[in-house]
């Protein structure tokens, strides 16, 4: 093996040769290769010591992403794409036959889409989020054509489920959520992280898992769960299935129930909205917040946390984002990224301009006000 093949190994194929050569060593040669180890700086457990290091080359990183976005180019516009295989199965009889249908990867998608895979959670490794994030946004998103009649698109859980690609998924999800939280302002990270349990590789995992599973912590908890009770208590609550402790349940619930109160207060009577600063009446109302908020409220009456005293502010609140929303569907007054300031005034100027999250949130409280 050359210098050069080294190079390009990534990070678990590096762990893997290391961990089968440690097996084959002598306890005398165990120790030295311990003392290797630790004179690299590697010391397991020490998160500190472990961020600190880079493992990657710029130019290395670079190319691997001009290789990347190749593929990602070539699977968007359908010049790679998978045959299939379609036929009735009367195993249940003729009168219960089911469509089937079979992929075969003849161009080597699966193997392209390991390797962005793996290439990302090195990226991780690396504190290279941003890279990171690029590749997860894409792969939950992208569809891969296929040579079927009937116009069928897989995606990435369909590639899991036949065997095309082979990797966990729940591990996967939950560095996306990682990489996302690392390169999102704080006011930002709730609502886009919410937008991932949408995907059903996301609906069991616990989202607490998240913030153990890079080599560095997690910084404005404190922020985010805030946000996140708002926006998705009930779901969290589900996400246990029925095996929260009940005194952290009733603690979560009041929580939630306090804040909701006190935002009530603060809701803006002329307009529905809710404040870009929601102590600063001075500030201008902003339209995506007011949606996650409303989204939560909405969710919460129809599942009985909030009774129906609280049905006019979210009424309130969704004829105020349909006053926001332009005759082309573009949702307007949306504040243009929220990244941390050094106090309010830094926030009521940020720029309002239309954002993709914008039109998300508030096609999510929409969708609840229709439940209700």
Request: net charge negative; hydrophobic share 40%; aromatic share 10%.
């Amino acid at each position: 093996m050359t210098e050069e093949d080294i190079k390009n190994l990534s990070k678990k194929e590096l762990q893997d040769i290391i961990f089968k050569v440690q097996k084959l060593l002598s306890d005398k040669q165990k120790k030295e290769f311990q003392k290797i180890v630790k004179e690299a700086g590697i010391q397991p457990g020490n998160k500190k010591s472990q961020a600190a290091l880079v493992r990657m080359s710029d130019d290395f990183v670079n190319e691997k992403m001009i290789q990347i976005q190749n593929w990602k180019d070539q699977i968007d516009e359908g010049e790679l794409y998978l045959d299939t295989e379609e036929y009735e199965d009367y195993s249940s009889g003729y009168w219960e036959a089911d469509w089937i249908t079979e992929y075969y990867d003849n161009q080597g998608i699966g193997d392209k889409i390991m390797s962005m895979i793996r290439f990302a959670e090195d990226c991780v490794d690396d504190r290279r989020y941003q890279e990171a994030n690029e590749i997860y946004e894409w792969l939950w998103q992208m569809s891969v054509s296929t040579d079927s009649e009937y116009e069928d698109y897989v995606d990435l859980e369909m590639l899991e489920e036949n065997n095309l690609i082979h990797t966990d998924m729940k591990h996967l999800a939950l560095l996306t959520l990682y990489a996302d939280y690392q390169v999102l302002p704080a006011k930002e990270r709730a609502r886009d992280i919410y937008l991932y349990f949408s995907s059903s590789a996301f609906t069991k995992l616990h989202l607490e898992e998240m913030f153990h599973v890079g080599r560095e912590e997690l910084e404005e908890t404190e922020q985010f769960w805030e946000d996140w009770f708002t926006l998705g208590i009930l779901d969290y609550i589900d996400m246990f299935e029925g095996t929260m402790n009940a005194g952290l349940k009733t603690f979560i619930i009041d929580t939630y129930k306090a804040q909701v109160e006190k935002l009530k207060e603060l809701q803006d009577l002329k307009t529905g909205l809710w404040h870009t600063v929601l102590t600063d009446p001075d500030s201008y109302v902003e339209t995506s917040g007011t949606a996650a908020i409303t989204a939560g409220i909405l969710k919460e009456i129809l599942c009985g946390i909030l009774d129906d005293s609280y049905l006019p502010c979210a009424v309130k609140a969704i004829r105020g984002i349909l006053d926001r929303i332009d005759s082309d569907g573009t949702v307007l007054e949306v504040s243009g990224g929220t990244g941390m300031g050094m106090d309010a005034e830094h926030y009521k100027n940020i720029l309002i301009a239309p954002m993709a999250y914008g039109q998300s949130l508030t096609i999510l409280a929409l969708a609840e006000a229709l439940n209700v």
